[in-house]
């Protein structure tokens, strides 16, 4: 039975040791909370940090702390001190969090700790590559493991790959700066799903795909290495059950069944007073400072408060080895100092201040007890605590304030929206929480509790692995098929064994990559080997079918004993032969559609036209390509209202091309075909261009399309290099079976 991996940088327990033996406690953090109940439900195994140094662990120690993990299905992977500084606190935490959370003046890049980044994630990597079978699905998560998909799918290509970004995915204006940055996409699409918590971040990390990596995408959907990458939006819910059934328990029980609830409850009978509650991990992204500043502000707009409000803050301690986290902590000590010295009295301390971690039964306190929570991070990926807060209001009373820049303000429309950044709205807010009437509580609390209660933990997994499970899916069902080593066997077989062969191949994007300036690009002498020995093998036509002019193809291909066909079939040179241009073709139409051309090209920097004999090209490759693919589309438009009946227009690979409607690759295939008695043929291409000369084939014909795209073709490869390794095993078996004869 295939299973679930979950990867993710730690466990969700910390293990310790007393006295010789090894405890595992739970660990807080939205990610552990979230994906908990997830793994305690199907058939999953974990991998992950188990929150200890390798440093202080004999090889017993690791021995014993392997075996009790994976009891619970844990597989750990140990980091000793150096990687957890560079790797852990270093990189991702100086460098990747602060640039994720927007906060450029923070972000530092460091070459060691991005070498350690990488090592990191390779060790994660094969820890997931020892442990995956066919079948299986592994789910990788966050920031601190970005590359690890990529590394998993390079050594195991058929392992299906999820991945979920827990943090903001950034702009692309702010996601340019980082120095390591096509690194980082190319890791994250080692991934067959990659998934966010909001649209925004999807659109920002397509807008970087796009414009870093000038990939194609076509909605949701990235092609690359030949495979198709779904990206979509998953807001990631809550254990809604287990929230409100600790809730309901919470408040049937003693008012003083806990001395924090003791002490709470003391203040609000006393001065029928009101709770704000604040929780977070102590991190500069949360906002405390301005929660504090905005609580003050309030405080002294509002004497009559005073004595009858409390806030009660619980900072849960986080990443304390980072400067910026010690100076954050030392700043909220000073604030919470100053305002409880301004205002406190003798009966009342207006800030309850916790600096650490609470059993979850005193966080269910806390959260039934609060008439307010103030959920206000400057930035944050989702933003679990704010839902939570909602889960336990069983009787619908409670009011949140959220800050717009949550995640979860995208599906929590009903809250008190704020900006973080303004304070005087921070403070007029807990005005306006206050003094809600209950009835105004309630109609908002009823729509937001049931919105998280029907999208709710269960269901963001599965939606997650379901959706995972049907891109696998698609791979196995799909009409065209991998050209996998069975496959090119097959190919090469028949190869043998046929006694007149046809090898059809287009060039740019087929044969070759694609680059900036194609035309100054000299074709490789590797590639120039190949296509000369395929050549020389006995009753056997190889034709370059390609959209160049025939001075480039006369240029490089001449004297290889190639048939070269050029600007898609206006030209045409036989091995042996001279160049022939197709007759009876007028040129009259380029005088009228030039100038659409030229105005396009002109409203839209980094386009280009190129002139063909017969025909004309607009390239928008090194446009902006948001930019460029909308005028594309506006230009199709116009051309089609124009367009003669003897013009052709084709959409091609980031290029649209006008071309006479008798000139095509199939036009020109297909006298070829009818030239000789082909047992054999073989057609492999790229682009939309290509597709008329797979359907003039025979049936019998292979018909490879480079790249998993929409097709005629009935195979298709990853990318050119598979391609050209078959053409290279279709050499070598001509080599061999010249060796067998002699
Ligand atoms: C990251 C993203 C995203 C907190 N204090 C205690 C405690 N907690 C639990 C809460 C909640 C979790 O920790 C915090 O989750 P958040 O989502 O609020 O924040 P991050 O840790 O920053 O999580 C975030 C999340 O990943 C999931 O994708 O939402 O945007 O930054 O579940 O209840 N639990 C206990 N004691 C505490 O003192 N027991």
Redesign the pocket.
Known sequence: MSKNIIVSNRLPVQAESKDGEWFFT?T???????LKSFHSEGKSLWVGWPGISSDSLDKKSKRQINENLLDKQFCPVFLNEKELDDFYFGFSNKCLWPLFHYFIEIHKFDLIQWQSYIEVNQKFADEVLKVVKDGDKVWIH?YQLLLCPQMVKDINPNVTIGFFL???FPSFEIFRIFAKREELLKGMLGADLIGF?TYDYERHFLSSVKRILNLEVNFNIILHQGREIVVNTFP?G?DFKKFEEAARKNLRISPNSSALKRQINTHKLANEGKLILS???L?Y??GILNRLLAFERFLDTNPEYHDKIRLVM?A?P?RSKVPQYKILKRQTDEVVGRINGKFASVNWTPVWYYY?????E??IDLYVSSDVAMIT?LR???????K?YLATRINNDGVLILSEL???SKELSQAISVNPFDIEQLSQAIKTAVEMPLKDQKERNIILRNRIKRYDINKWSSNFIDTLSETSKKEFTSKVKLVTPVIAKKIVKSYQESKKRLLLLDYDGTLIGFHENPEKVVPPKPLLDLLENLSSHENTDVVIMSGRTYTFLDKYFTGLNLTLVAEHGLYLKQKDGDWHKKKGLSNKWIEHLLPVLNTFTDNTPGTFIEHKTNSLSWHYRKADPELGTQRAVELKTVLKSLLPNDLTLMDGNKVLELIPSNINKGTSALDLINKKKYDFCLAAGDDITDESMFSSLPPRSYKIKVGKKKTSAKHYTRNIDQLLELLKLMNNSEIKKEISIK
Request: glycine content about 12%.
């Open positions: 739970p807080s953090g939205g990610l552990a909370t979230g966050d827990h943090i903001p918590h990631m809550i929780i977070d991990r991190d992204t949360k619980l849960v986080s650490r971690s609470m059993p979850f005193n966080l991070p944050d990926g989702m933003n679990l605590v704010a939570e949550a995640g979860a």
